[in-house]
T-cell receptor, first 113, second 115 residues
Framework: DTEVTQTPKHLVMGMTNKKSLKCEQH?????MYWYKQKAKKPPELMFV???????INESVPSRFSPECPNSSLLNLHLHALQPEDSALYLC????????????FGEGSRLTVL | AQSVTQPDIHITVSEGASLELRCNYS??????LFWYVQSPGQGLQLLLK??????LVQGIKGFEAEFKRSQSSFNLRKPSVHWSDAAEYFC?????????????FGAGTILRVKS
């Protein structure tokens, strides 16, 4: 059982919609991550938060907007997405930023029409 | 270029047969090494990890991996594969300073199990 919870599991949205993906962990981890994964590819890092501050932004388009309201929560706000943004979005957490072990959620499957 | 290589895109084994999935890395220092498994449409589950010490690492679900510094390899093994092991397997490295300590994944190996 994963200790990183992601909602929703599935999301279908139009290109003009605004939606959000949510991630929660209660392991006391201080680093949280968003990854994007296309079919049959490895996950690609999007954002990293460390102690609730944005630490890494991998040149992600501004239509993806991350937010870390507190140490347990991580959101990804979506606006004006393109069909090519359809993917599995994975949240992960680790004790600290220096990566020793990442714990992944089950992912949110996003389809953009 | 520095990288993580999983040379086999697909592997098919018979149920009950042994399995070895290969992983090589090309970083100067010994990084942290991980194997993750992903079932279709699911998240990644950590199978095992190596940071230092004993080079033979035991993981969950009967998997083990051996770190060989001379070969820059961290191959995953299982003596007897079960049908439920069919999934995609990712090798990953972390703790690489020039990558900002980010986790770097290999391309993945899809394991098929035939009965």
């Amino acid at each position: 059982d994963t200790e990183v919870t992601q909602t929703p599991k599935h999301l279908v949205m139009g290109m003009t919609n605004k939606k959000s993906l949510k991630c929660e962990q209660h392991m006391g981890h201080r680093a949280m991550y968003w990854y994007k994964q296309k079919a049959k590819k490895p996950p690609e890092l999007m954002f990293v938060y460390s102690y609730e501050k944005l630490s890494i932004n991998e040149s992600v388009p501004s239509r993806f907007s991350p937010e870390c309201p507190n140490s347990s929560l991580l959101n990804l706000h979506l606006h004006a997405l393109q069909p090519e943004d359809s993917a599995l979005y994975l949240c992960a957490s680790s004790q600290e930023l220096a990566v020793r072990e990442l714990f992944f959620g089950e992912g949110s499957r996003l389809t953009v029409l | 270029a520095q990288s993580v290589t999983q040379p086999d895109i697909h592997i098919t084994v018979s149920e009950g047969a042994s399995l070895e999935l290969r992983c090589n890395y090309s970083y100067g220092a010994t990084p942290y090494l991980f194997w993750y498994v992903q079932s279709p449409g699911q998240g990644l589950q950590l199978l095992l990890k190596y940071f230092s010490g004993d080079t033979l690492v035991q993981g969950i679900k009967g998997f083990e991996a051996e770190f060989k510094r001379s070969q820059s390899s961290f191959n995953l093994r299982k003596p007897s594969v079960h049908w439920s092991d069919a999934a995609e397997y990712f090798c990953a490295v972390g703790g690489i300073m020039e990558y900002g300590n980010k986790l770097v994944f290999g391309a993945g190996t899809i394991l098929r199990v035939k009965s």
